[in-house]
């Protein structure tokens, strides 16, 4: 018996390296301490009624950002990990069962975990705000599909300790990821993680399409939105488009898998080459998913710390929408080397070179709203600037690499690396920290500091250089991508090891980015305007942070700009806008149901990761007891009386 | 359009009729949702479609579908699904004139219907397995036997959605909440009726010419 | 035009190695080519480059300028408009210009892609030599049916002679790469691929398995030796004489996941290449195959790969099965 336990442990636990027993250790301290200190400060009821069960979408908006910053530091760790084992030639920290191991985890938290959780907090916190809503369309649906992504990804990183992680990189190409190459429980954690977390982010576009369509104040025309509501809007609507494919992708793979059906095997007239045309169906868009609305938030700071009107509005609209359209049609420029034919390959090719021209127009009307403005070089505008030479870089080679017979020689190699760490970082994880130092403010009610605000935005900008212009001539001196050990004789290690360093550049920057925030955190500097940068666009207009209900009375938004416009009309001695009466607000009721029917998907997924019917069922069973229960469910909202609309308008200092 | 919500959130209760109002903007924008969830699923729908498409001629030696598909069942599945989704419309004009008891029994007619439907899918299913087509025979049968099960799974998960429904209706009667769910129910069902009619042309009838 | 291009990269592009390859000329394996293939890769990538280079560098310094002179002081005189968000010229300028440098750069790529389409036989007055490619768990395997030997994880081919390469995987796909003479192509099972190349000179070219295919990927190194035709021919007699023969069984042995040496065999069994295509059904894969295997030239090889019957698809596939279960 006890041996039979023993030898259940073994398997079931990644046993045997000293990283993973000390990463065990450093996970059981951290619950335990968690644990211990929520019960001490007598916190339980508090999280569970302030945050678990919360449909405020700020609130959802932060512990998005929360859970994404941690898994940036997972990530992180991933990438150190790897520039380390390949700071040196025939190194031998990392053998390559684990190197693989880590780089399809850290792709897959990266894009999945990392990014998407933090476009989806920026969208939380702002989108409402700004066109003057109380809160998104579907509120309950946004908390499901927090706790979706987040046990989703809980699923996925538990592979890390328990079972082993998914090996077969970050798309998990068949036959690579079927069970005849892969039998262990990674890839199935892979699966059931991201099928988990994409049902949310599924759900999550729906909710801002409808929001942003239908919850709009009044005067605010689809061609007065700022231009970050434009952004999530196309992002949202690729979104809806993308995600579906996704989750047929999976699951036929997971039906390959768990029924031994031959979709993608190699045998019964699988077809592998189907998948990869699937998951880049998918793929290619999610990537301009999430730069998107990084573009939308450059637009939003450039006009903000120029103080001046974005540029060409109109151009910048149709860009957005064609970058989102055209996004659906470049999918095999991912594979030329397939041998599909020159007319193929040219049709993909000259796609997408097209999606370089809207993306060019942006960056010049950024360009031209900072002509003739006034700059100031706050942090959101440094990342912001510091976006544009490195996108423009980026992109340049993404329309090199589109070149089909030219790419022949970069693919799979070292250039292509570089490339898309370029756009994604230079785009989208650029952006995403600009528009959380924008934000700050407005969601937390401080600022952040702004000198450690600037150490960090110069580490990471010269570590990502150092990181990756190396890179680019690595893969031109024929370094493949996924390699884990290299020997002395080709060559590569005086770029490998800048790499590395500049890795760590980063990782440092990540540390000052800690650092700032806990400091300021300390020495908070608080933000009573409400309008710290001088902004443009509503959220604004109220107090930071915003009161559960957003907007006391609902702004009338006539022009572009309504709060630029509203304060250069009180400037110039007009009479502030009539508010309409106070009125009790309607608000919907927190609800525990997303977060027990996710924590019941966590159980159904892991059910079946390990083939245990008897904890799947249950789980699954889970699932559509909370469905019916909500349906059921009729008393799902309040409201807010008057009187104490004016106690908290008063508390935050506006008299009515 | 826009503005219609938010002013109906911030001037509420003053009478019931505003209540009223309010709700049934609510009820607007979760009809609009639900519109655009049948989009998402008609991109999952294509998706398997095109899969479909692709591996139906991968029998890799393993038994054709026109070999084993009996025509007859399916003509009769095919005809109790759309009955099903008339009836389901019966059941919404019912509840337009206010008749509960019309609607609860076009409901319970439509139920039925479906439940018959999935019977007949199931036998199909067991034997065509009995046959020798399982989902691991190869391709084409993985690719049929996932468009299909697909189908009826939404299939089923519609039955219990809609007697949740009917009970509820039972509960609260007819009020601008359980009609937006009656017509969302209706909706879905013959969605799933038209996604059936590609499911019938592409799979079976082309299966078998 | 495409002259004046050619012109224009020629200049720039010994501007960039005179900067870029000092010291390290001969690693930058991709700007160093050895090859007709790689050589016309070459040129595409410098046109690419000078093209996209015309938009970018004045944007880069524009860029730097504006930011530079519009910034913040307390005593600012440069312009401010902070109304001005609108000009139909400017904006008609920076939508056409990337719009014609598209254009160019869409009608070189297309020109360059059926040129340089892999399986399209290269114009040369040599009989080009025919290596068949499979690409195992995790070492290449090369077969010269015309000479009737093998070689694992070594090319070794004549110079100045055009080499065709017919490529398939018995295990995940991988791509195969030769930096040097030219880009790489996917090795796929169920499909013959084809692809190319040639080397203009002698020496030892770095070949690698450029698609991550499993644990041991990074091991699928090989060198791809042009010698001249004398050499060559030295090289298969003595193969021949000293090495020993790969039999059905030996291949699947080889099969097996692991990492080789470098081996040679002196025989090679019938229709091996054949049957490892067939093994897999041989059928249409998505989008590719078509117009790769189809149009270019039928070979007998092709038709087999097409008319293979059912049993032998039950069989080959059971087969399979076995040799996956090693793992």
Redesign the interface.
């Known amino acids: 018996m006890l041996d039979k336990i023993k030898e259940f442990a073994s398997e079931f636990f990644v046993t045997g390296d000293p990283l993973i027993y000390g990463a065990d250790v450093s996970i059981g301290l951290t619950l335990i301490a968690v644990v211990t200190a929520l019960t001490y400060f007598k916190k339980w009821t508090w999280l569970w009624r302030d945050w678990l069960t919360t449909v405020d979408h700020k609130k959802i908006g932060i512990m998005y950002v929360i859970a994404s910053l941690l898994m940036l530091f997972r990530g992180g760790v991933d990438a150190l990990l790897m520039r380390t084992q390949l700071a040196i030639p025939d190194a031998e920290f990392l053998s390559p069962e684990h190197y693989n191991q880590i780089f399809t985890t850290h792709g897959v938290i990266m894009i999945l975990f990392m990014a998407m959780p933090l476009m989806f907090g920026l969208f939380n916190l702002v989108i409402p705000l700004q066109i003057?809503?109380?809160d998104v369309?579907?509120p309950f649906?946004n908390s499901l599909s927090f706790w979706l992504f987040f046990f989703g990804a809980m699923l996925f990183n538990v592979s890390f300790v328990i079972g082993g992680s998914p090996d077969a990189g970050w798309l998990a190409y068949p036959p690579l990821s079927e069970m005849s190459h892969s039998p262990g429980v990674g890839q199935d954690f892979y699966i059931w993680g991201i099928q988990i977390s994409g049902i949310g982010s599924?759900m999550t576009?729906?909710?801002f399409?409808?929001t942003i369509?239908?919850?709009?104040?009044?005067?605010?025309k689809l061609m007065k939105m700022p231009m970050f509501t434009w952004s999530v809007l196309s992002s949202s609507l690729t979104i809806?488009?993308a995600?579906?494919?996704l989750?047929?992708?999976l699951?036929?793979l997971f039906?390959?898998r768990y029924?031994?059906?031959?979709?993608f095997?190699l045998?019964?007239?699988?077809?592998p080459m189907?998948y990869i045309n699937?998951i880049w169906m998918w793929g290619h868009p999610e990537v301009y998913i999430i730069v998107l609305p990084a573009f939308g938030i450059f637009s939003e700071i450039v006009a903000t710390f120029s103080k001046k009107r974005l540029f060409g509005y109109k151009s910048m609209v149709f860009a957005l929408m064609s970058i989102s359209l055209f996004s659906f049609f470049t999918w095999a420029h991912h594979f030329f080397t397939m041998g599909s034919g020159a007319n193929v390959n040219i049709f993909f090719a000259i796609t997408t070179m097209i999606i370089a021209i809207p993306t060019g127009v942006k960056v010049f009307n950024w360009l031209f709203t900072m002509f003739r403005g006034r700059i100031s070089f706050k942090t959101p505008m440094l990342w912001t600037i510091g976006f544009i030479p490195c996108f423009i870089v980026g992109g340049m080679t993404g329309v090199l690499l589109s070149v089909a017979p030219a790419d022949f020689q970069f693919h799979n190699s070292y250039f292509l690396i570089a490339h898309f760490h370029q756009v994604i970082i230079g785009g989208v994880a650029f952006g995403f920290f600009a528009g959380l130092y924008y934000w700050w403010p407005k969601v937390f009610g401080f600022k952040l500091n702004e000198k450690i605000g600037k150490w960090a935005f110069w580490t990471w900008n010269i570590g990502f250089y150092v990181c990756f212009m190396p890179q680019y001539v690595l893969g031109l001196m024929g370094m493949t991508r996924r390699v884990s050990s290299y020997g002395w004789d080709k060559g590569w290690y005086e770029l490998n090891l800048t790499s590395t360093i500049g890795g760590f550049l980063m990782g440092i920057g990540f540390l000052f980015q800690v650092w700032q925030i806990l400091h300021s955190i300390k020495f908070m500097e608080k933000d009573t305007t409400g309008d710290p940068w001088g902004g443009r666009t509503l959220e604004w207009s109220i107090p930071s942070p915003a009161p559960v209900y957003n907007f006391a009375?609902?702004p009338q938004a006539d022009e572009k700009d309504p709060w630029w416009e509203e304060k250069r009309r009180l400037a110039e001695g007009g009479a502030p806008k009539p508010q309409?009466k106070l009125?009790?607000?309607?608000m919907p009721k927190n609800s525990g149901v997303p977060f027990i029917m996710s924590a019941f998907w966590f159980v159904a997924g892991f059910g079946l990761v390990f083939d245990w019917l008897w904890m799947a069922i249950p789980g699954l069973i889970g699932v559509?007891a909370c469905m019916?229960y909500h349906?059921?469910n009729?008393n799902t909202d309040y409201?807010i009386p008057v009187d104490e609309i004016k106690r908290t308008e008063a508390a935050a200092r506006r008299v009515i | 359009?826009?503005?219609s919500?938010?002013?109906a959130?911030?001037?509420?209760?003053r009478h019931d009729e505003h209540h009223h109002e309010?709700h049934h903007d609510l009820e607007?924008?979760?009809m609009?949702?639900f519109w655009?969830?049948l989009?998402?699923?008609c991109?999952?729908f294509g998706?398997?479609f095109a899969?479909y498409v692709?591996?139906s001629?991968?029998?890799?030696?393993g038994p054709a579908g026109a070999e084993l598909f009996e025509m007859p069942g399916i003509i009769a599945e095919t005809f109790i699904l759309l009955t099903s989704s008339f009836t389901s419309g019966l059941a919404v004009l019912s509840m337009n004139r206010g008749d509960r008891k019309g609607l609860i029994g076009w409901l319970i007619v439509t139920v039925l219907l479906g439940a018959a439907f999935i019977t007949l899918e199931v036998t199909e299913f067991m034997t065509l397995v009995h046959e020798g087509a399982s989902?691991?025979?190869?391709?084409?049968w993985?690719?049929f036997?996932?468009l299909v099960g697909t189908h009826g799974l939404h299939v089923s998960i519609g039955l219990?959605?809609m007697i949740?429904?009917m009970?509820?209706l039972g509960r609260?009667g007819i009020n601008s909440?359980t009609r937006r769910?009656v017509n969302i129910v209706s909706l879905y069902w013959h969605f799933l009726d038209v996604v059936w009619i590609f499911v019938f042309t592409i799979v079976y009838m082309m299966g078998v010419m | 035009m495409m002259k004046g291009l050619r012109r224009l990269t020629a200049v720039v592009s010994l501007f960039a190695m005179a900067i870029l390859m000092t010291g390290c000329s001969d690693k930058l394996l991709v700007l160093n080519p050895k090859g007709a293939v790689g050589k016309q890769q070459l040129d595409l990538i410098l046109i690419s480059t000078v093209l996209c280079l015309v938009v970018i560098v004045p944007v880069l310094i524009l860029t730097f300028y504006i930011v530079w002179k519009y910034r913040h002081k307390p005593d600012s005189t440069t312009k401010y408009e902070p109304e001005w968000e609108h000009s139909t010229k400017l904006e008609a300028i920076w939508w056409g210009i990337p719009i014609v440098i598209i254009i160019i750069l869409a009608i070189v790529t297309a020109r360059y892609t059926y040129n340089l389409e892999p399986s399209k036989p290269l114009e040369h007055e040599a009989k080009p030599l025919v290596i068949q490619v499979t690409s195992l768990d995790w070492k290449w395997l090369f077969q010269y049916p015309e000479q009737g030997i093998a070689t694992v994880n070594y090319l070794q081919f004549p110079e100045d002679v055009p080499v065709r390469f017919e490529l398939t995987s018995d295990a995940p796909m991988n791509s195969f790469w030769i930096p040097q003479l030219g880009g790489q192509i996917y090795t796929m099972s169920g499909m013959a691929m084809k692809l190319h190349l040639i080397a203009d000179e002698p020496g030892s070219y770095l070949g690698m398995g450029a698609n991550f295919s499993g644990r041991e990927f990074g091991k699928m190194q090989f060198t791809a030796k042009a010698t001249s035709q004398e050499e060559f021919d030295t090289w298969v007699k003595q193969v021949k004489g000293s090495s020993p023969p790969l039999t059905d069984e030996g291949y699947e042995q080889l099969a097996i996941p692991s990492v080789s040496d470098v081996t040679t065999y002196s025989s090679i069994p019938e229709g091996l290449f054949n049957r490892i295509v067939t093994k897999y059904?041989g059928?249409n894969h998505?989008s590719g195959g078509e117009d790769a295997n189809g149009h270019s030239e039928h070979d007998a090889r092709e038709e087999e790969v097409a008319t293979e019957s059912?049993?032998s698809?039950?069989h080959d596939?059971s087969n399979h099965e076995g040799h996956t279960n090693h793992e």
């Open positions: 003057g809503a109380r369309a579907f649906l599924l576009g729906i909710n399409v409808v369509l239908k919850m709009r104040t009044p005067g605010m809806l488009l995600f579906p494919i989750t047929v992708t699951a036929l039906i390959d029924f031994g059906a031959h979709f095997t045998d019964g007239g699988g077809n189907m699937l009375t609902l309409s009125e009790p607000i309607h559509g019916l349906s059921f009729y409201y | 359009m826009a503005n919500v938010n002013r959130i911030a001037e509420p209760a309010e607007g924008l979760r609009m949702g655009i969830f989009i998402t699923d991109i999952l998706t398997l899969t692709v591996l001629g991968s029998y890799a030696g989902i691991s025979t190869s391709a084409f993985s690719a036997y996932t219990v959605w949740a429904i009970i509820q609260h909440v769910k | 059904g059928h998505g059912p049993e698809t039950n596939s």
